[in-house]
Structure formats: structure tokens, C-alpha cells
């Protein structure tokens, strides 16, 4: 009796698994459009894929939207068939790092209303003491920015702890400082990281090493 039960239970299951909804066009072209935007927004997680194609992804902002308005990019075919596939994170060593990087550091917007403010950033690393460190300066007005801590490499994803500062006009560092703490990637021939300081501020770091 109860081979027979079970056998029966076995047979419900299998017909249950062979009714369950397959994953339609909409919801695949969704998938492949999170792949290949993901690197963009580290911290953004695909929340939900309706049939018709409709997603919400979660996460930081601005990674979450970047991350959102890539997949609306990819999802429209003509571009799709034109546009080079955005570039997927590459294996970083910790041997890769040391010299001079050179780009952009989006920090969030000084009131409520404005845009986010970007500003030329200098990233140097270097080995001192067997370990990995780095520095970073900036030009934003009106007050310039320097930060300096530790770094390690960690299965690809670089991790940077320091403390940042602003800096008087005469060079001389503000005494207050703030803790931030910074994960990224290594995005084609870019360092892609995201930030938070201890006040709550996101930051963007998108730098290249310089010639």
C-alpha cells in the first residue's frame, strides 16, 4: 500500500513540474539585461520579473538606478543590435593596483533639489609596510577633499577603508574627519567603486590609470 501511495505521490509531482509556467521572451531578455548591467550597481539585487517584462531592481542609490536605466537601454532591440555589450567585471589582483588612477568622484548633492556633484579625482597605491595603501585627491570647490587608509583584494573585489578629509586652502588638512569604507571592480580597463562615509554619504569613484 504504500508503494503505491508513493508512486502516486511521485507521478502528481512530475505532472505538477510539467505544468509549472516556463519563463517567457520578456522575462529571459530581462535576466540577460540584469547580466550584463549588473557591474554598474555591485550593491543592486533583481527584485521581481513580471511575464510582460516588467522588473524593480533594489539597492544604493545612484547603483540602483544606473543599474535600472542600463537594462531600459539593453531592452530596446535596435540599440541592442548596435551598441557594444557593456563590459563585465574582470579578475583584480592586488599586483594590478599600485601607480597613479585618474577619473571622476560623484559625491551626492549639497541640498535637496540639486544634482549630484562630480569632481576630477587623483587615486595613487602603493605597498608600504606589506600592505596595501592608497590616497585620493580632488579639486571640488569650494573646499578640495584627501582621503588615505588601507586596501586588500578580496575573491576579485577590491575593499578600501580610510578617512576623508577637506582641505584648507593652504593644504593643510581640516582636523574633522569621516570614516569611509569603498568596494568595486575592475570593469574593463576602470576601477568602478561605490562608497559610503560614516555620515551617510554615497560616493562613485570611476578611475583609469594614467600614462
Known amino acids: 500500500m504504500r508503494e503505491r501511495r508513493l508512486g502516486w505521490v ?5 505532472a505538477l513540474a510539467g505544468c509549472a509556467p516556463k519563463m517567457t521572451p520578456q522575462q529571459a531578455l530581462v535576466e540577460e539585461a540584469y547580466a550584463s ?12 520579473v513580471e511575464r510582460d517584462g516588467r522588473f524593480s531592481v533594489v539597492g544604493r542609490e545612484p547603483e540602483s538606478r544606473r543599474v535600472h536605466d542600463c537594462m531600459v537601454r539593453y531592452a530596446q532591440p535596435a540599440r541592442r543590435e548596435t551598441t557594444v555589450p557593456v563590459s563585465k567585471p ?6 594590478r593596483l599600485p601607480g597613479t588612477w585618474r577619473g571622476t568622484l560623484k559625491l551626492p548633492p549639497r541640498a535637496v533639489g540639486e544634482a549630484e556633484v562630480a569632481t576630477a579625482a587623483t ?3 602603493a605597498v608600504s609596510g606589506g600592505s596595501l595603501r592608497w590616497s585620493m585627491a580632488t579639486n571640488s570647490s569650494p573646499r578640495p577633499l584627501a582621503a588615505d587608509g588601507t586596501a ?3 575573491d576579485g573585489e577590491l575593499r578600501m577603508t580610510g578617512t576623508m578629509r577637506a582641505v584648507k586652502g593652504s593644504g ?5 574627519s569621516v570614516t569611509v569604507r569603498y568596494s568595486g571592480a575592475m570593469v574593463g580597463d576602470r576601477l ?10 554615497v560616493h562613485v569613484l570611476s578611475v583609469r590609470r594614467a600614462e
Open 37 to 48: 548591467c549588473r557591474a554598474q550597481g555591485p550593491s543592486t539585487k533583481l527584485e521581481r
Open 123 to 125: 587615486v595613487r597605491f
Open 10 to 14: 511521485i507521478g502528481l509531482l512530475i
Open 152 to 154: 586588500t583584494v578580496v
Open 192 to 201: 568602478e567603486v561605490t562608497g559610503v562615509t560614516t555620515d551617510r554619504q
Open 172 to 176: 593643510q588638512p581640516v582636523r574633522s
Open 90 to 95: 574582470q579578475t583584480l589582483s592586488a599586483g
